[in-house]
């Protein structure tokens, strides 16, 4: 594989012919391996997975992500090697695929379906030591106060979000797709979501600190 | 039993500062940052901002932390063609 200067790739991978074919495949190539070692080293989620699977996966995404960055040339402003600007593509194109496959069947309806995810009462679970009266009466009234701040201060659309991701740990991918958003504006809209919340509780005179500790084993 | 509610407190304690830096920002820079990184530099001394974002964002952290980890991979020789043996 030749070793190119940024200026080197760019004018290869815009050229006609034989010198753009072999740019487009060392750049393939490259990138490639690149995901290959990350899904065989870094994704425990993928053990499952044999060598030629794991390979085939790298070659897929490798070649979409060598048609991301011939779209893209034009945006890369030369303030990195311009091989760390194609990985910085190829790893959001392996990522995104990742999770949109993990998330498949993913549904905002299916996960607020499941009803009141807070506990109806404080009662303790069979076989676990109960909380004393003055601990249990005091969860119950925070659990009351967090159940009305839902309600109350978050929008619908708010409430789903940070219930997805937050409580169900769903990636903010997958929910900007069932929102039908984006992932910058799904960001904010839980940034704000967060803050709004957190703003209420202190006016309650609820830190997240003491709900933390009251609520944890 | 309270594992939802525990979840929840932990993601609303999750804020960080109004203006921070948001999550296109950071992927249009990463390349950038990642180099930086890879060469050694304390990313929390030379762009806090990025740190924080990265430290309440787990999308951003796990893109960030990849193109790092290929780049580290580059630079010790790892993903060098191997010698044609057969
Ligand atoms: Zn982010």
């Known amino acids: 594989m030749t070793d190119r200067s940024n200026d080197e790739w760019l004018a290869d991978l815009r050229a006609d012919g034989d010198m753009q074919a072999e740019a487009i495949n060392d750049l393939k190539h490259r990138l490639d391996r690149g995901i290959y070692y990350y899904l065989s080293r870094e994704r425990s ?4 997975l044999s060598e030629t699977e794991l390979q085939h996966m790298a070659d897929d995404m490798a070649q979409d992500s060598v048609l991301r960055v011939l779209e893209n040339l034009d945006s890369f402003r030369g303030d990195s090697q311009f091989t760390t600007w194609a990985i910085r593509i190829a790893v959001r194109v392996a990522i995104s695929d990742l999770r949109r496959a993990r998330y498949r069947d993913f549904s905002l309806d299916d996960l607020t379906a499941d009803g009141d995810f807070l506990p109806a009462s404080a009662n303790p679970v069979a076989g676990t030591k109960p909380p004393s009266p003055e601990r249990a009466a005091e969860q119950a009234d925070v659990l009351d106060k967090i159940r009305e701040a839902l309600a109350d201060v978050l929008t619908e659309r708010q409430f789903q979000a940070l219930y997805a991701v937050g409580v169900k740990g769903v990636s903010i991918d997958a929910v900007a797709v069932e929102l039908g958003t984006n992932r910058n504006a799904l960001y904010k809209l839980l940034h704000d979501a967060r803050r709004k919340l957190r703003q209420h509780f202190e006016d309650e005179g609820l830190s997240m600190n003491y709900m933390l500790r009251l609520f944890q084993e | 039993m309270y594992e939802n509610i525990v979840h929840l407190i932990e993601c609303i304690s999750l804020v ?5 830096i948001d999550c296109v ?5 990463f390349h950038c940052w990642a180099e930086q990184a890879a060469s050694g530099a304390d990313l929390r001394a030379i762009l806090p901002d990025v740190v924080a974002h990265l430290e309440v964002c787990p999308e951003c952290r796990e893109e960030f932390e990849a193109i790092l980890c290929i780049l580290r991979a580059q630079q010790s ?5 191997p010698q044609e043996s057969s």
């Open chain 1, 45 to 48: 989620d993928l053990s499952g």
């Open chain 2, 16 to 20: 960080h500062q109004e203006g921070a």
């Open chain 2, 25 to 29: 920002s950071c992927d249009a820079q």
């Open chain 2, 77 to 81: 020789g790892l993903l060098d063609e």
